[in-house]
T-cell receptor, first 118, second 109 residues
């Protein structure tokens, strides 16, 4: 069974801490994504990566950075955690291209990391 | 203005009811339209996708797209308690998905 695995299910961190959220996929997907999910706001794209060592800003990159040193691993970094970064963080991956010959390769999501910053 | 708008709900229906979930969008460049289902404490999973205007059926689920009105719907027939989840519409442009905010559905036995 193919999977996207997020290292932590629940995480509590203090304001100002540097936080690492790890995501690993075993599907040899080129694309990887980090979203945050908040009530009333839905899923918002933070960063994505089309290839190793490549990264692109999403819609809300401020306060975050990412690292992709290996194809299967995509890390989200909160440089200095703040309380407004309390959220559910979802990692996803997809093959490239996402559209091929009329077939849609949907994103495969991890189960999420619920981060609380106190 | 958000590119994708979705009725947030929550929606509560009795078992066996027909459920209608809806999204509107503003970006004409969206190519494919998808519905994801998210159970509590889980990540979203792809339920259905469609490309052209019209209906696509899969068991009890029907996805409907009206490109002229920029409106998509998901219908669930004979709803079951196991359908209780958050449903998210999503739209593709290139390799990038844009999601609606999700509708929380509860089907009561």
């Amino acid at each position: 069974d193919v999977k996207v695995t997020q290292s932590s299910r629940y995480l509590v961190k203090r304001t100002g801490e540097k936080v690492f959220l790890e995501c690993v996929q075993d599907m040899d997907h080129e694309n990887m994504f980090w979203y945050r999910q908040d009530p009333g706001l839905g899923l918002r794209l933070i960063y994505f990566s089309y290839d190793v060592k490549m990264k692109e800003k999403g819609d809300i990159p401020e306060g975050y950075s990412v690292s992709r040193e290996k194809k299967e691993r995509f890390s989200l970094i909160l440089e200095s955690a703040s309380t407004n970064q309390t959220s559910m963080y979802l990692c996803a991956s997809s093959s490239r291209p996402a559209l091929l010959a009329g077939l849609v390769y949907g994103y495969t999501f991890g189960s999420g990391t619920r981060l609380t910053v106190v | 203005q958000k590119e994708v708008e979705q009725d947030p709900g929550p929606l509560s229906v009795p078992e066996g009811a027909i459920v209608s979930l809806n999204c509107t969008y503003s970006n004409s460049a969206f190519q494919y339209f998808m519905w994801y289902r998210q159970y509590s404490r889980k990540g979203p999973e792809l339920l259905m996708y469609t490309y052209s205007s019209g209906n696509k059926e899969d068991g009890r689920f029907t996805a409907q797209v009206d490109k002229s009105s920029k409106y998509i719907s998901l219908f669930i027939r004979d709803s079951q308690p196991s359908d209780s989840a958050t449903y998210l519409c999503a739209m593709i442009q290139g390799s990038r998905l844009t999601f609606g905010e999700g509708t929380q559905l509860t089907v009561n036995p």
